[in-house]
């Protein structure tokens, strides 16, 4: 079965740190581009950093920059994200994506989510 799921995600305080993981099967992550998006009750979900295979770049949005960091192990097949120095603002949802094609096949694949929550 092709699908995605995160996890890591919990309840930390402010200045805290967590690590997100994205677990793929049924496809090899490496060959995707995987992006992480978080998402707040009552707005829209919003990008935070991608990962592009080829090459291995790696963006951020200005709101998490320096302090977020996207990273792959390839061989478990796993996408991280690892979180430094939280806010309160940074509570939210936070989903994995992977976008690209194998083969004959081409998927735009979402994890369920894991919810991080940051207390002041």
């Known amino acids: 079965q092709v699908q995605l799921a995160e996890s890591g995600g919990g309840l930390v305080n402010s200045g805290g740190s967590l690590r997100l993981s994205c677990a793929a099967s049924g496809i090899t992550l490496r060959r995707f581009n995987v992006r992480w998006y978080r998402q707040t009750p009552g707005k829209e979900r919003e990008l935070v950093g991608e990962?592009?295979?080829?090459?291995?770049?790696?963006t951020y949005v200005d709101a998490i920059k320096g302090r977020f960091t996207i990273s792959r192990d390839n061989d478990r097949n796993m996408v991280y994200l690892q979180m430094n120095s939280l806010t309160p603002e940074d509570t939210a949802v936070y989903f994995c994506?992977?976008?690209?094609?194998?083969?004959?096949?081409?998927?735009?694949?979402w994890g369920k989510g894991t919810q991080v929550t940051v207390s002041s």
């Open positions: 990962n592009i295979s080829l090459g291995d770049r790696t």
């Open positions: 994506n992977a976008k690209g094609c194998a083969g004959n096949a081409c998927y735009d694949l």
